[in-house]
């Protein structure tokens, strides 16, 4: 459905996008994963074809987004919310909602039918005459989600659709995202992995333009199972603690999260007593010492580092 070859999209010189390729499917359910600064945003532009690529290709359904005799039909298979929904506060959901199906062309005939669709499934019906200035953030949101869906398109692309919610608000939104996924193809973006864990059945991370690891849930958590976590929370942190860590035999990488130290080791060494005898040996205030397979979290962590 969507195929994305050698894409390379730049800022001056800034490379946003650095020769990505991937291919999705209808109906997956996709999150687009990364730092803030990564080059998600710039990938769902080039998919609605806000931007034009400077190297490489995207096409949609066999349509290449650089042939501009293409857009109008592109534009009717893609539904996009952008991560500030644009919404006009003077407007009730309905006129609003009703705007931008005119927009697309839907016929006065078959538009009522549409809004009260659309209103259904983003759990709109209640606030469909307010004005949309005193809606709540998740009822924006999900005006936001309806104007994407309003047209009925194949693909609705999210970027970063749970940015400023409370946590109820997420899990609605979550939901709400699941249930669209049931019958359209869904790519959102989000710097949130838990978001995207809970709601995609397929995860590509990107970093600097690139990206850095794809696939299911399970797959990018055997990826990272490879690499075992041993956790230590200590008081404080002396000025010689770090350096004799990542000297030990078997140690691979260590780091500050919080206020615990994750110590990154080698599967096949298990240097747990030498860790507690620095931090013993070093009077930092041993709380806690514990090993942990290594998450998606983790994961993350390991293949964005040094991304500022």
Request: charged share 30%; proline share 4%.
């Given at each position: 459905m969507i195929k994305v070859e050698s894409l390379t999209k730049k800022y001056g010189n800034v490379i946003a996008l650095?020769?990505?390729s991937f291919e999705l499917n209808e109906g997956e359910v996709v999150g687009i994963l990364g730092p803030n600064g990564a080059g998600k945003t710039t990938l769902l532009r080039t998919l609605v074809m806000f931007l034009v690529p400077d190297e490489g290709a995207v096409t949609i359904e066999?349509?290449?987004?650089?042939?501009?005799?293409?857009?109008?039909?592109i534009k009717n298979k893609i539904g996009y919310l952008p991560e500030h929904a644009p919404l006009y506060e003077d407007m009730t959901v309905r006129e609003y909602l009703m705007f931008v199906g005119r927009m697309y062309g839907i016929s006065e005939d078959d538009i009522y039918e549409k809004l009260s669709k659309v209103a259904e499934k983003c759990g709109l019906k209640e606030k469909i005459d307010a004005e949309i200035s005193t809606l709540s953030k998740g009822y924006r949101q999900r005006t936001g989600i309806a104007q994407a869906l309003i047209h009925d398109p194949k693909i609705i692309i999210l970027d970063e659709p749970t940015t400023g919610l409370d946590p109820n608000?997420?899990?609605e939104i979550r939901d709400l995202i699941k249930e669209i996924g049931r019958s359209k193809t869904v790519i959102l973006s989000s710097h949130v992995l838990s978001e995207v864990q809970a709601t995609c059945s397929r995860i590509l991370i990107i970093n600097r333009g690139r990206i850095?690891?794809?696939g299911s849930s399970e797959d990018l958590e055997r990826m990272g199972q490879k690499k075992p976590i041993v956790y230590a929370q200590v008081e404080k942190i002396t000025e010689n603690l770090m350096p004799k860590l990542k000297a030990l035999a078997g140690v691979v990488g260590v780091d500050m999260k919080g206020s615990g130290i994750h110590i990154t080791v080698d599967v096949h060494i298990d240097p747990r007593k030498d860790i507690a005898r620095i931090l013993v040996e070093e009077e930092s205030g041993l709380l806690e010492l514990s090993k942990k397979q290594f998450d998606l979290e983790d994961l993350f962590t390991s293949l964005t580092k040094g991304h500022e």
């Amino acid at each position: 459905m969507i195929k994305v070859e050698s894409l390379t999209k730049k800022y001056g010189n800034v490379i946003a996008l650095n020769g990505i390729s991937f291919e999705l499917n209808e109906g997956e359910v996709v999150g687009i994963l990364g730092p803030n600064g990564a080059g998600k945003t710039t990938l769902l532009r080039t998919l609605v074809m806000f931007l034009v690529p400077d190297e490489g290709a995207v096409t949609i359904e066999g349509m290449d987004v650089k042939n501009p005799s293409y857009e109008h039909a592109i534009k009717n298979k893609i539904g996009y919310l952008p991560e500030h929904a644009p919404l006009y506060e003077d407007m009730t959901v309905r006129e609003y909602l009703m705007f931008v199906g005119r927009m697309y062309g839907i016929s006065e005939d078959d538009i009522y039918e549409k809004l009260s669709k659309v209103a259904e499934k983003c759990g709109l019906k209640e606030k469909i005459d307010a004005e949309i200035s005193t809606l709540s953030k998740g009822y924006r949101q999900r005006t936001g989600i309806a104007q994407a869906l309003i047209h009925d398109p194949k693909i609705i692309i999210l970027d970063e659709p749970t940015t400023g919610l409370d946590p109820n608000q997420r899990i609605e939104i979550r939901d709400l995202i699941k249930e669209i996924g049931r019958s359209k193809t869904v790519i959102l973006s989000s710097h949130v992995l838990s978001e995207v864990q809970a709601t995609c059945s397929r995860i590509l991370i990107i970093n600097r333009g690139r990206i850095v690891a794809d696939g299911s849930s399970e797959d990018l958590e055997r990826m990272g199972q490879k690499k075992p976590i041993v956790y230590a929370q200590v008081e404080k942190i002396t000025e010689n603690l770090m350096p004799k860590l990542k000297a030990l035999a078997g140690v691979v990488g260590v780091d500050m999260k919080g206020s615990g130290i994750h110590i990154t080791v080698d599967v096949h060494i298990d240097p747990r007593k030498d860790i507690a005898r620095i931090l013993v040996e070093e009077e930092s205030g041993l709380l806690e010492l514990s090993k942990k397979q290594f998450d998606l979290e983790d994961l993350f962590t390991s293949l964005t580092k040094g991304h500022e």
